[in-house]
T-cell receptor
Framework: DAGITQSPRYKITETGRQVTLMCHQT?????MFWYRQDLGHGLRLIYY???????DKGEVPDGYVVSRSKTENFPLTLESATRSQTSVYFC???????????????FGPGTRLLVL | AQKITQTQPGMFVQEKEAVTLDCTYD???????LFWYKQPSSGEMIFLIY??????QNATEGRYSLNFQKARKSANLVISASQLGDSAMYFC???????????FGAGTRLFVKA
């Protein structure tokens, strides 16, 4: 049971380069999310997706692009990386349940991105 | 706008003692969910406990309990009989009523002393 995986786990890039972070889940969860974690800010939502081909902006979407052609994959692309995008990125998923604890999100291990 | 506030950047507790981590929230929704997650030094996010806004009883999961005071808009996490392995960052989070968007507090780092 692989659960939710992210790749790469660590990435160093330069400003201006395009970077894609991958997220894959094996649970067939409908909802998927991308967060960034910065010191003092907790986790902030970048984008989320309710199903394949349905995505929506979160709290901090600028500079990021997402797609979801398949239920199990939710890649996050930094079109032109900036130093302010140095962060730890978490992908998460959640099943389509209407109530209570069913809306718990399950997180991937994270990707540490350094933009030089 | 929704907001989660964790006022304790760091907390110390003696092993085997109980500790309370504070969380207050702000929302105009009547229906919402509150979560606590643990992030150990290894970095992963681990779900601990959930409380629904209409749940009449406080949630409990093993050594974790959530002290939910709706009128005060607080959702404090209580860890009983602290263990060294409880040393970690703890995040309080709230899900909105309309969908699955979740906001997180800044976190509290807990140190358990032997």
């Amino acid at each position: 049971d692989a659960g939710i995986t992210q790749s790469p786990r660590y990435k160093i890039t330069e400003t201006g380069r395009q970077v894609t972070l991958m997220c894959h889940q094996t649970w067939s969860h409908s909802y998927m999310f991308w967060y960034r974690q910065d010191l003092g800010h907790g986790l902030r939502l970048i984008y989320y997706s309710a199903a394949a081909d349905i995505t929506d902006k979160g709290e901090v979407p600028d500079g990021y692009v997402v797609s979801r052609s398949k239920t199990e994959n939710f890649p996050l692309t930094l079109e032109s990386a900036t130093r302010s995008q140095t962060s730890v990125y978490f992908c998460a998923s959640s099943p389509r349940r209407s109530k209570g604890q069913g809306k718990t999100q399950y997180f991937g291990p994270g990707t540490r991105l350094l933009v030089l | 706008a929704q907001k989660i506030t964790q006022t304790q950047p760091g907390m110390f507790v003696q092993e085997k003692e109980a500790v309370t981590l504070d969380c207050t929230y702000d929302t105009s929704d009547q229906s919402y969910g509150l979560f606590w997650y643990k992030q150990p030094s290894s970095g992963e996010m681990i779900f601990l406990i959930y409380q629904g806004s209409y749940d009449e009883q406080n949630a409990t999961e093993g050594r974790y309990s959530l002290n939910f005071q709706k009128a005060r808009k607080s959702a404090n996490l209580v860890i009983s009989a602290s263990q060294l392995g409880d040393s970690a960052m703890y995040f309080c989070a709230m899900r909105d009523t309309g969908g699955f968007k979740t906001i997180f507090g800044a976190g509290t780092r807990l140190f358990v002393k032997a």
